[in-house]
């Protein structure tokens, strides 16, 4: 079974209200607000049992608290990645001297143009990485990425995106076989051999959980999925992440855990 042993993190900024939104109508996050939940979550991570870097502020990039984009990190080797988004992509250099603590030159590997990818489009389910191919990550990208991943011994495989900003913002696996789908991912192919939990289409930001350690961290505000996790067995710990919903930031966005 997985262990992670570390997470990142990164402090949000005022800058945050001007994050990528699709949700104008759900308002501008607050900045006090974002602060309290974010303590919330680290708090929360800590209970799983991990150490917990967290990185300063970046104001100069509104949306650099979602640190799981800019890089995705495996059981064998970190990748910077080359986020897809304009206003993000610098994040890839803000990123890298944190990597850089934790791996040596041997262990790192890069995305690089033409290709892009934001970790929010991978999903790790062992040693088989589900990358989605949506506006933010291309095809090239996801060449890249599984070369990469094959020159480790791991692989990856390719699910293509209609609706949603990143793979994760739909389905995510929760260890044991479980995994939470919702929206287009509920009767994708890829995922038939696994234990669905189909979330409702008013839940849907729900299915944005992280299994940490055997717990599941389980956004605020949606009984349904917090349930269904629960009668999977699962102890569960509860954020609000609300203020980060309103600038299409979910859970898992928030830290890199490895
Ligand atoms: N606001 C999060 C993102 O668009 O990546």
């Not at 997470?7 to 308002?27: D, W």
């Not at 040596?104 to 892009?116: A, N, Q, S, V």
């Not at 890829?190 to 289409?201: G, L, Q, S, T």
């Not at 609000?240 to 930031?249: A, I, L, M, Q």
Request: with cysteine; charged share 25%; aromatic share 8%.
């Amino acid at each position: 079974m997985t262990k992670f042993s570390n997470v990142i993190v990164r402090k949000p900024g005022r800058s945050l209200a001007n994050g990528i939104t699709s949700a104008p109508e759900l308002g501008q996050p607050i900045y006090e607000r974002a602060i309290e939940e974010h303590d919330d979550y680290i708090a929360a991570l800590k209970q799983c049992g991990v150490k917990v870097t967290e990185l300063p502020a970046l104001e100069e990039y509104p949306d650099s608290c979602f640190v799981e984009d800019p890089a995705v990190i495996t059981r064998m080797g970190a990748i910077i990645t080359n986020p897809g988004a304009g206003t993000r992509n610098g994040e890839k250099t803000a990123i890298e001297p944190t990597i850089r603590e934790f791996f040596d030159d041997e262990h790192i590997r890069y995305i690089e143009e033409p290709g892009t990818l934001e970790g929010g489009d991978v999903m790790m389910v062992g040693d088989h990485f589900y990358v989605g191919r949506s506006a933010r990550t291309n095809e090239e990208g996801i060449r890249q990425f599984i070369e990469i991943l094959e020159g480790w011994g791991l692989e990856g495989s390719e699910v293509t995106l209609e609706k949603v900003l990143h793979l994760k913002t739909g389905v995510n696996y929760l260890e044991d076989g479980n995994m939470l789908v919702s929206g287009e991912f509920i009767d994708k192919p890829d995922f038939a051999d696994y234990n669905k939990v189909v979330v409702p289409e008013e839940e849907a930001y729900g299915a944005n959980c992280i299994w940490v350690n055997g717990t599941v961290i389980v956004p605020e505000r949606y009984p349904t999925v917090l349930a269904a996790v629960q009668k999977l067995g699962y102890p569960t710990l509860v954020v609000d992440t609300s203020e980060y919903r309103k600038v299409d930031g979910g859970l898992s966005c928030l830290s890199l855990r490895f």
